[in-house]
């Protein structure tokens, strides 16, 4: 990462004020929203639909209430450990922000001559309009270029006039009031950001008022400014789940609930500034005014006042970058004071240093591909930001030896390692399927030369029930759709870090895997596998579960998902995986061969039991000439005195037909077709009923092959072989899987 002096060096200053930051014509999407490329991307093919989509839902907001977030809902997940209640409305707020935002920016004439540009001065500031010349929506009667210039950097505070709202707005940790009240800045102390916070004449050109409106234009604006009201009323941005616990557990912590910075604060916090960014010359000063104060009350003092040390900025996960990365874009798009910026900057760097560090030299991601797009997005999304106000100097996708770049580029490859088939991922710990960005692949793709995974089309808005700003925003602008539709390459892919292998050909995949039973979202999975065949894991892993205090609390593994009783794994004298570093997979062996694969592990440790001295996993995967793939997968038991009990199980969403030594299942394009000894192994299927990570109703088919108790001794044996088949073979059928 870069020092506090090399950040200072690299921000570019505004030439007749040096301790200003000037923002180039790129930033901070690395091209100018000019008119012209607005209209490209409202003629594009590719966006046709989500811009659709976008108009719509801009339209339903605009005749909509503002969601309520009353006390009855904040209190559920305490109540009962419930989270989907509180977080509907608190995410349909966000996507309300998203979609009127993005919709009165596509529809003004000239959107982003919202800011001008000058060779030598850089970014020119423009003096907002005082509360008395506000009218609504009437700016979209766009002024002149010469004349419109950027409402995120017009609200800037010189550095003399400037008064951190982070001490006027803050709330007293003593007393704990309410953001909405601590937000209320005294006069003396913190005056409107239409009037004292106007830069000075000679770096300011001035902004007429508008002059007239539609009702058309007027409603959606108006909307907007009561959201934005209404999200800074809210007492936290951070979630109830996200909270320390109870009152006297937030009373405790250092930070009160409304200064509680998780990363659905950072995130909203993201938001809002991109909102001033993009449009804040069209709304009342005062919204302006009253949402910069929130952010410094609620996200900056805390963090860079009060230098409160939440958790997440030492996290080696998804939480670091997420936060680290949003709350950076924030201070990107928001402060002017160049020694301000590059402080609260290198302190940003921080965490995403540390998330870095949950990397392994493999690139893999242990909680998924979910959680890379989530917390690697936002890593992503800063970088570029930072690469674009500093000209390049400063580079978080580039910068550091050859070993940090190269371990960069793999973790940007991990979607394209991980995928099965179009649309399919490996799902290990919490992961869950989903559509990827294609805005942050291709500008990967563009930045790193990466390999890119199948990408079908631009997602729909509720590809996440979260509404994620810059997932969207970029899908937006950097989509490139010459990547899109692309087929899936045949390959192998090992994880030596994470200790799990990927391969895929034809349609059909294998993966396994080893690792700890303490990763990020960790699962109690040790020698887990999948079978995939013809776009259908056939053979799977549950993936995450509905997330509730249950599931992130002591009682986790007894629940389906995280529990290896979920999980294609044994269960050793009764016993099932326990949770915890010191249960870890030991790899023996992994060989790569042109047909195939071979991945050994040792997983004793993985279960409590003193007489286990040996389980030795090997898996034999095999792509035969014909088409098909078979797996021959060998368990060697060694106890140190005679086991009472041993059963392997297996895990499917699709329902087993069993006999006596042969179990098959059959998806949409193929089967997988499982042979044991019915001499040794006794058969027994069964229905869980469960949700998926969405709450939506799941069974999962568990088939239990139970060790005949003659059959027990200390020196076992259990082979189990699967032949996986596609049921019609052909290029057009190869190629969309």
């Not at 995120?152 to 309410?178: I, L, M, N």
């Not at 997005?377 to 550091?400: I, N, P, S, W």
């Not at 990408?455 to 490139?480: F, G, I, K, Q, S």
Request: net charge negative; aromatic share 8%.
């Amino acid at each position: 990462m870069y020092s506090r002096q090399e950040i200072y060096e690299a921000l570019p200053m505004t030439p007749t004020r040096p301790t200003m930051v000037a923002r180039p014509p790129a930033f901070p999407y690395g091209a100018p929203l000019t008119r012209e490329r607005l209209a490209e991307l409202k003629d594009a093919e590719h966006l046709q639909p989500l811009l659709t989509e976008i108009r719509v839902a801009a339209q339903q907001a605009s005749r909509a209430a503002v969601p309520a977030l009353p006390y009855r809902l904040f209190r559920l997940f305490e109540q009962q450990g419930t989270r989907a209640e509180y977080e509907a409305p608190y995410f349909e707020r966000r996507g309300q922000l998203l979609v009127l935002t993005l919709q009165l920016l596509l529809e003004q004439d000239c959107a982003a001559d919202s800011y001008s540009h000058d060779a030598n001065l850089g970014m020119t500031y423009a003096a907002a309009p005082t509360p008395e010349a506000h009218t609504s929506a009437a700016s979209s009667d766009a002024p002149s270029p010469e004349t419109h210039t950027s409402a995120a950097s017009s609200e800037a505070p010189t550095p003399e006039a400037h008064t951190s709202a982070a001490s006027s707005d803050a709330p007293s940790p003593e007393t704990h009031t309410s953001a909405a009240s601590s937000e209320a800045p005294s006069p003396e102390a913190h005056t409107s950001a239409a009037s004292s916070e106007a830069p000075t004449p000679e770096t300011a050109s001035a902004t007429p008022p508008p002059t007239s409106a539609s009702a058309e234009a007027r409603q959606p604006l108006e909307a907007l400014e009561d959201l934005l009201w209404e999200i800074c009323n809210e007492y936290t941005w951070c979630l109830p789940a996200c909270l320390p616990g109870d009152l006297a557990a937030c009373l405790a912590h250092e930070a009160p609930p409304e200064q509680m910075v998780d990363l659905f604060a950072a995130e909203t916090a993201h938001a809002l500034a991109e909102t001033l960014w993009l449009i804040g010359d069209r709304l009342s000063p005062w919204i302006v005014h009253r949402v910069r104060g929130a952010i410094e009350a609620r996200v900056f003092h805390p963090l860079f006042e009060r230098k409160v040390r939440f958790a997440w900025r030492t996290r080696r996960d998804n939480w670091a970058a997420v936060c680290g990365g949003a709350v950076g874009m924030t201070l990107l798009l928001l402060e002017q004071d160049r020694e301000r910026l590059a402080d609260r900057i290198a302190d940003m760097l921080e965490p995403l240093a540390c998330f870095l560090e949950g990397y392994g030299a493999d690139g893999g991601c242990g909680e998924g591909v979910s959680y890379w797009q989530y917390g690697f997005g936002y890593y992503v999304y800063f970088a570029d930001m930072l690469a674009q106000l500093t000209a390049g100097r400063l580079d978080l996708l580039r910068q550091g030896d050859p070993a940090h770049r190269d371990k960069i580029r793999r973790i940007a490859a991990y979607p394209a390692a991980s995928q099965f088939s179009a649309g399919q991922f490996v799902l290990y710990a919490d992961a869950w399927q989903l559509l990827l960005h294609p805005g942050l692949l291709s500008r990967l793709k563009a930045r790193l030369g990466t390999d890119v995974p199948y990408l079908a089309e631009v997602p729909d808005l509720r590809a996440e029930d979260c509404y994620r700003w810059p997932h969207v925003t970029r899908n937006l602008l950097w989509t490139d759709p010459g990547l899109l539709g692309r087929p899936v390459r045949d390959g192998q892919f090992y994880f030596a870090d994470l200790g799990y292998l990927v391969a895929r050909r034809g349609g059909l995949a294998f993966s396994a895997k080893g690792g700890h039973n303490a990763e990020p979202h960790n699962h109690n999975d040790l020698g887990q596998f999948i079978l995939h065949v013809g776009g259908e894991s056939l053979l799977a892993d549950p993936g995450g579960g509905p997330y509730t205090r249950n599931y992130f609390g002591p009682a986790r593994y007894t629940l389906l998902h995280p529990s290896s009783e979920g999980h294609s794994v044994p269960l050793v004298n009764g016993l099932a995986q326990q949770d915890g570093r010191r249960h870890a997979a030991r790899v023996l062996h992994h060989m790569r061969r042109a047909d195939g694969t071979r991945f050994q592990l040792e997983l004793a440790s993985a279960y409590a039991d003193d007489t286990l001295r040996s389980l030795e996993r090997d898996f034999v995967w095999t792509w035969s000439e014909t088409g098909g793939a078979t797996l021959v997968l060998t368990d060697r038991f060694r106890f140190s005195k005679h086991p009472r009990e041993l059963e392997e199980r297996l895990i499917s969403l699709h329902e087993p037909l069993g006999e006596p030594g042969h179990v098959t299942w059959r998806g949409r394009r193929g089967e997988v077709a499982l042979h044991y000894d019915a001499r040794q192994l006794d058969l027994q299927t069964e229905a869980v009923q469960t949700a998926d990570h969405s709450g939506a109703p799941l069974t999962v088919y568990r088939t239990r092959l139970a060790v005949r108790p003659e059959a027990l001794a200390r020196e076992l044996t259990c082979r189990l072989s699967f032949h996986c088949a596609l049921q019609a073979q052909g290029e057009t059928a190869a190629a969309a899987l």
